[in-house]
C-alpha cells in the first residue's frame, strides 16, 4: 500500500499529487487586524422581485492551487446553520467563468467568531469556509461572488483595516432579477468598504515574511 504523500508546494505546478490538504496556506486575505460588522448590504434575497449578491477582487503574481475560500458575513444562526441557498462563483477580471454559480452545499461550513454584528438583535459574524476546491489559477486578477438565494439577512462583514494585498476597485454589491442570477449580474454598485475574505492552497505566498492575516 502506498504511504500517505505530503503536500507538496511545486513552483511550476506541474503536476498536483494530493487531494486539497488540510494545511493549505493563506495566500490572500484582504483585512489585517479584526473582522466588523457594518453598513447592512444585503448578499442575498429571493429573486421573485429581486436578488442580491457581493464580489471583491484578488490577485496572484504567480500560480495557485486553491483549495479553500473564507468569507466573513454578518448573519443569524438561521442562515448560518442551513447549508442550501449559498451560491459562489469565481470569474477573471475579463469576465471569464473560472467556477460558474455553484451551489455550495456542504462544502461550505460556517463557525461562529463571537463578534457582534451590526443589528443588535441576535445577528453575529460567521466565518464560512468552501472547502475541497481544486482549482489552478494562472498569474491573473480574480473576482469572487458570494450570495444566500434563500435570506436577505445576509450582509458581508468587513475589514477593520485592509491589508497590504487588498486591491482596487474592491467590494461591489451585483442586483439580480427574476430573469438574472445575480452572480452572473452586470447591475454593478460600488462600495467604499473591504468585504472580509481569504483565500487558502498551494502556491507562494506573496507575503510569506510578515504575511497579514488571523
Known sequence: MLKSLKCLKLSAFALLLTAP??????????????????????????????????SDNFSNSASWVVTDIAVYVDSYSFATGNPSGWRYALFTASGTQII??????????????????????GDGIYKGVISGLNITLPPDEYWFRFTNTNSS????????????????????????????????????????ENWAF????????????DFEGP
Open 21 to 54: 490538504c488540510a494545511n493549505a496556506d493563506q495566500l490572500f486575505t484582504n483585512w489585517s487586524t479584526a473582522v466588523v460588522a457594518g453598513p447592512g448590504y444585503t448578499a442575498g434575497g429571493g429573486c421573485n422581485a429581486s436578488c442580491f449578491a457581493i
Open 198 to 209: 481569504e483565500v487558502y492552497g498551494i502556491g507562494d505566498r506573496i507575503f510569506a515574511n
Open 100 to 121: 460558474a454559480p455553484t451551489d455550495a452545499g456542504n462544502s461550505l461550513v460556517f463557525t461562529d467568531t463571537g463578534t457582534a454584528g451590526a443589528f443588535g438583535d
Open 153 to 192: 439577512a445576509v450582509y458581508p462583514a468587513y475589514a477593520a483595516s485592509p491589508s497590504a494585498q487588498t486591491l482596487t476597485p474592491g467590494f461591489v454589491q451585483l442586483t439580480g432579477s427574476p430573469t438574472v442570477e445575480a452572480l452572473l449580474s452586470t447591475d454593478v454598485t460600488q462600495r467604499t
